[in-house]
């Protein structure tokens, strides 16, 4: 990859340098025009508990051999540590580890009084069946009103509600490239629109007041953004799982073939995510091997 010393960016392929300055050169060239070879330092050693690391925006100039890009160690802020922590509590737990948990908290005899406690005939049968029938324990669940909300094997205050961090939810969609996008960005977002047929080119996931996106640049990752460049849909989202679920797949590279192969006999690549999967992902919408940003503003449409 390259970095651009007039603009200050980095990501620059070896194919679009050539086209932006009408060269030919071999790859591994370590410098072309105001282009620079550049190479990532290792990872520093930090507590991913408490902080989290980002390439840094400068770069450290090196005579011959690619200049060097540092990672910055950035201290998590409470609501991330809280995130994170969260995170680490499973989604879904089998019957048999529920109740193994429950007992061992002293609250396996609270189940069936909460259930029965529930006024409404319909939710008390639901809750009933749900409780006696599934295989699985769901946090999202209608015997989750129980005890049993926050089940997990070994798992010391499991009888704890899931009380939502309380955050607004928006699924974001963006009609351009972003405002400091090279030549080969916009390209790449206009293809997006045609390939998909849509006036939008890319979307992420908005939590009070940050930005949850995958993207070339820095794969799945948090941001701030700027409300105005963005199309923003509430959709009633929980923003306790879309976290949980963030800090499972961040890091995650973007999916190229993903959007590039709708429609084809091709298949994007099961470890990597591109945007619109990423927020059907977090939404809760039901896997489809296409997703597009019409799809993600009909479930967003459709939820209470």
């Not at 105001?34 to 990872?43: D, F, G, T």
């Amino acid at each position: 990859m390259y970095y651009n010393t007039q603009t200050h960016t980095f990501g620059h392929t070896h194919t679009e340098v050539a086209q932006t300055t009408n060269s030919s050169f071999a790859v591994g060239t370590l410098e072309v025009g105001p282009y620079r070879l550049y190479e990532h330092a290792p990872e520093p050693e930090h507590d991913a508990a408490t902080h989290r690391i980002e390439l840094a925006s400068t770069v450290t100039q090196r005579t011959g051999q690619p200049w060097l890009r540092a990672w910055d160690v950035i201290a998590l802020t409470p609501v991330e540590i809280e995130a994170a922590q969260k995170a680490r509590v499973p989604q879904t737990v089998t019957r048999r580890q529920a109740r193994q948990a429950l007992l061992l908290a002293g609250l396996l005899d609270n189940v069936q009084p909460a259930i029965d406690s529930i006024a409404d005939p319909v939710q008390r049968s639901m809750a009933q069946i749900e409780w006696d029938d599934r295989p699985a324990v769901r946090a999202q669940a209608p015997a989750a009103d129980c005890a049993c909300r926050r089940a997990g094997p070994g798992r010391r205050g499991v009888g704890q509600p899931v009380h939502p961090g309380g955050a607004v939810v928006k699924l974001a969609l963006r009609r351009t490239a972003a405002v400091n996008a090279t030549w080969a960005q916009r390209q790449f977002a206009a293809l997006t629109r045609w390939r998909l047929c849509s006036v939008y080119c890319h979307a992420g996931i908005v939590i009070g007041d940050r930005l949850y996106q995958v993207n070339a640049a820095h794969g799945l990752h948090e941001s701030d953004y700027t409300p105005e460049r963005w199309d923003l849909f509430e959709f009633g989202g929980d923003d306790d799982y879309a976290l949980r679920l963030f800090y499972e797949l961040r890091g995650t590279p973007y999916d190229y073939l993903g959007v590039l192969g709708f429609g084809l006999p091709v298949r994007g690549d099961d470890d990597r995510l591109y945007c619109f999967e990423w927020c059907a992902l977090a939404m809760g919408v039901e896997h489809q091997r296409w997703m597009t940003p019409e799809k993600l503003l009909l479930a967003a449409w459709g939820r209470p």
